[in-house]
């Protein structure tokens, strides 16, 4: 349970600098955003299954139920982007 409430903060803190537009938040939180989804990115493509589904199931497919999703899409790396469902 911890690892799905730590994503939704990572989510959640994902949606506070996107808020403002995807423009003004790469300008303020850029560096921010990136890492976030770099390290993202990174834990799909090395770690183990459980971190895997945990940002599978926690962010990449939460984020499409988040308002911010359409300014996210276009930031997700490929391994990221690959476990949206589509909703």
Same mark, same amino acid.
């Given at each position: ?47 183990? /299954? ?36 589509? /909703?």
């Amino acid at each position: 349970l911890i690892p799905h409430v730590f994503m939704y903060e990572v989510l959640n803190r994902v949606g506070v600098c996107l808020g403002s537009g995807r423009t003004h938040a790469l300008q303020e939180h850029g560096v921010e955003i990136a890492g976030i989804i770099d390290m993202l990115e990174r834990g799909m493509a090395e770690g183990d /299954r459980e971190t895997r589904n945990v940002i599978a199931m926690s962010f990449s497919r939460d984020s499409e139920m988040e308002l911010f999703f359409e300014e996210l899409l276009p930031l997700l790396g490929p391994k990221t982007r690959a476990q949206l469902s589509g /909703r």
